[in-house]
C-alpha cells in the first residue's frame, strides 16, 4: 500500500485469491426496525501475566458464532480487442461476417469472507468490503457448507468498513460483545475466520497498537479508529470475529498490510464500539447519524502551538468554521484550539473529528477551547453530519444516485442545507459527488468526494437522475466533465476527461 510503504499493500482479508469485488450498492426491501437483542459485557477484563496452557475454553465460548459468507458478484468484462477486427479494410472485405466482440460480457465469480452471529434471531456483523456489490449472499454456521442460509444486507457504513446481515433464522449461538474502549496494547486476542477457504481457524496474538488511522484501509478516511494485531488474518478473515481472553468480540476483521499476500503479523480491525452503534443506528433509524461541528479541523503542530503561545501540542485548531452551523452559532471561532470535547482531552483533529462522529445530532456537547491564550467553554447543540454516512438498504431515495456509467462514482443532488454547510454558491448548478472509489477510472483522472459535476459533455448535469442518464446514453468512451471545486478559501472550475468504461477489478 502507497500509504504504508511502497513494498507493502494493503489486502482486503475477506478476498480469496483473484476474487473481484464490484463497487455497487445493495436494495432491499428492509425498513426501519428494532435494535436486536444483544449481549453486551463491559466488565474489565482480568490481566493474569501467568501463561496459559490451553485457549479451548475461550475458542468454544466464541467461535460457534463466527459464520461463513459466500457472495456472489456479476463481473463485466471488457472483451478483447483483436486489431485485425479494428481494419476498415479488413471489415470491409468481410462485413458483417467478423465476431461481434465488441459486445459486453459478464460472468459469476464468487467471493469468501467471515461474520459473527450478534443476536440469537440471525443479525450478523462483517465487513462491508466482503458483500459490497454481491447480488447474492449466503451465510453457512461454522464448517457446515452443506446448510447455508440466504443473507439480506440490513445496512452498510463504507465510512467504518460494517455492515449489517439478516438471516432467517432462530436460537442461534449470539456471541457476547465486549468493551474495545478498554483494550490495553499487549492484550491477548484471538482471530477467528476462515482464511483461504479451508474451514474455521482460530489464531492467536496480542493487541500491537491502536487507534490506528491515516492509512485510507478499504477507502476510509476520517473515521479510522483500527485495533492492531500481530495475530495471523488472512484473505478468508474479513468480517470475522477478534475476542479477547474472556471470548468477548472486541473487534470486525478487515484488513492486513503485507507484501506477500498471506499475514505478515500486522492485521486491523474495526472496534466493536464503534461497530456496534453503527449496527444499531443502521437498524433503529435507517442510516448512521452522525454528530456534526461545522468546522475545518487541523492538527495543532509544534510550529503553530508556539505561534499561539502554548507550552505543548495537545488539541485540534479550528482552521475554518462553516457558517451557520453548530459551532458558529454557539459562537466558536476560527483559530480558536479545541483542548476538550465532554470533558475528554482532545489530542489532535483526528481523535477530536471520531469524538463528535460518536455523539447523536441533537444531543448537547461542552467544548472547551483557547483563545488567544484565555480559556473559553461553549455549549453546542450538534447537528447530523451531512454526506455519505451510510445506509439501510431499504432507505434509498430519489435524490441520491449511484452513476453506473461512470464507474465507481456517486452522487446526490444539492440542496439549501449543503450548500450552506459546503459554502456552494447559489448559482452552481450541478451534482455533488459523495462517493469515489479508489480503484476507478474517475480517481485517475482527478475527481474528488466533494466535487460539484456542473456539466457532462456539455450538457448540464441538472441532478443525480439526469447525471446517470449523460454517462448511460454517452457514445465515446470518454466522459467530458465540468468541475466546481473548492480548495480552502478558493473555488475554481477545472475540466476533467474520464473513462467511461468500467474497470476490471482484480482481487
Same mark, same amino acid.
Given at each position: ?229 500481530? %495475530? /495471523? ?6 468480517? *470475522?470475529? =477478534?475476542?479477547?481472553?474472556? &471470548?468477548?468480540?472486541? @473487534?470486525?476483521? !478487515? ?45 495543532l503542530t509544534a510550529d503553530l502551538a508556539k505561534a499561539f503561545g502554548l507550552a505543548n501540542q495537545g488539541g485540534a485548531l479550528v482552521g475554518g468554521i462553516f457558517p451557520n ?48 491564550? %484565555? /480559556? ?6 450538534? *447537528?447530523? =453530519?451531512?454526506?455519505?454516512? &451510510?445506509?439501510?438498504? @431499504?432507505?434509498? !431515495? ?110
Open positions: 500500500m502507497k500509504n504504508l510503504s511502497q513494498s507493502v499493500m494493503g489486502i482486503v482479508a475477506g478476498m480469496l485469491f483473484g476474487v473481484a469485488i464490484l463497487v455497487s450498492f445493495h436494495f432491499n426491501l428492509f425498513g426501519k426496525d428494532v435494535a436486536p437483542s444483544i449481549s453486551v459485557d463491559s466488565t474489565p477484563i482480568v490481566r493474569d501475566v501467568k501463561t496459559g496452557t490451553s485457549y479451548a475454553p475461550i475458542v468454544k465460548k466464541a467461535a460457534p458464532s463466527v459464520v461463513n459468507i459466500y457472495s456472489t458478484h456479476t463481473v463485466h468484462v471488457r472483451p478483447m480487442q483483436d486489431p485485425f477486427m479494428n481494419n476498415p479494410l479488413f471489415r470491409q472485405f468481410f462485413g458483417d461476417q467478423l465476431p461481434q466482440n465488441n459486445r459486453d460480457l459478464t460472468r459469476k465469480e464468487q467471493s469468501l469472507g467471515s461474520g459473527v452471529i450478534v443476536s440469537a434471531d440471525g443479525y450478523i456483523l462483517t465487513a462491508n468490503h466482503v458483500v459490497y456489490g454481491a447480488d447474492e449472499i449466503k451465510v453457512a454456521l461454522g464448517d457446515n457448507a452443506d446448510k447455508k442460509f440466504t443473507a439480506k444486507v440490513i445496512g452498510t457504513d463504507p465510512q467504518t468498513d460494517v455492515a449489517i446481515l439478516k438471516i432467517d433464522a432462530t436460537g442461534l449461538p449470539a456471541v457476547t460483545l465486549g468493551d474495545s474502549d478498554q483494550l490495553e496494547i499487549g492484550d491477548v486476542v484471538l482471530a477467528v475466520g476462515n482464511p483461504f477457504g479451508v474451514g474455521q481457524t482460530v489464531t492467536k496474538g496480542i493487541i500491537s497498537a491502536l487507534g490506528r488511522h491515516g492509512y485510507g484501509i478499504n477507502g476510509i478516511h476520517g473515521f479510522e479508529n483500527f485495533i492492531q494485531t500481530d %495475530a /495471523a488474518i488472512n484473505p478468508g478473515n474479513s468480517g *470475522g470475529a =477478534l475476542v479477547d481472553a474472556d &471470548g468477548r468480540l472486541i @473487534g470486525i476483521n !478487515t484488513w492486513i498490510a503485507t507484501s506477500s499476500g498471506g499475514s505478515e503479523g500486522v492485521g486491523f480491525a474495526v472496534p466493536i464500539n464503534m461497530a456496534r452503534r453503527v449496527m444499531n443506528s443502521l437498524i433503529t433509524h435507517g442510516k448512521v447519524a452522525r454528530g456534526y461541528l461545522g468546522i475545518h479541523p487541523q492538527d452551523t453548530p459551532a458558529a452559532k454557539a459562537g466558536v471561532k476560527s483559530g480558536d484550539i479545541i483542548t476538550e470535547f465532554n470533558g475528554k482531552p482532545v489530542t489532535d483533529a483526528h481523535t477530536l473529528t471520531l469524538m463528535v462522529s460518536d455523539c447523536a445530532p441533537g444531543s448537547d456537547a461542552t467544548v472547551k477551547v483557547i483563545r488567544k491564550g %484565555a /480559556a473559553k467553554t461553549f455549549t453546542v447543540t450538534l *447537528g447530523e =453530519l451531512p454526506g455519505e454516512n &451510510g445506509k439501510n438498504e @431499504g432507505a434509498q !431515495t430519489s435524490n441520491s444516485s449511484t452513476t453506473d456509467a461512470l464507474d465507481g462514482v456517486t452522487v446526490t443532488d444539492l440542496d439549501s442545507q449543503m450548500r450552506d454547510e459546503l459554502q456552494i454558491p447559489a448559482d452552481i448548478k450541478g451534482v455533488i459527488v459523495t462517493d469515489v472509489g479508489e480503484d476507478s477510472n474517475a480517481a485517475d483522472a482527478g475527481l474528488q468526494k466533494g466535487d460539484v459535476i456542473v456539466e457532462i459533455n456539455q450538457r448540464p448535469a441538472a441532478n443525480s437522475d439526469e447525471a446517470k442518464k449523460l454517462c448511460n446514453q454517452a457514445k465515446t468512451d470518454r466522459l467530458l466533465l465540468e468541475i466546481w471545486r473548492r480548495e480552502g478559501d478558493m473555488a475554481t472550475t477545472t475540466y476533467l476527461s474520464v473513462d467511461n468504461t468500467k474497470r476490471d477489478k482484480e482481487k
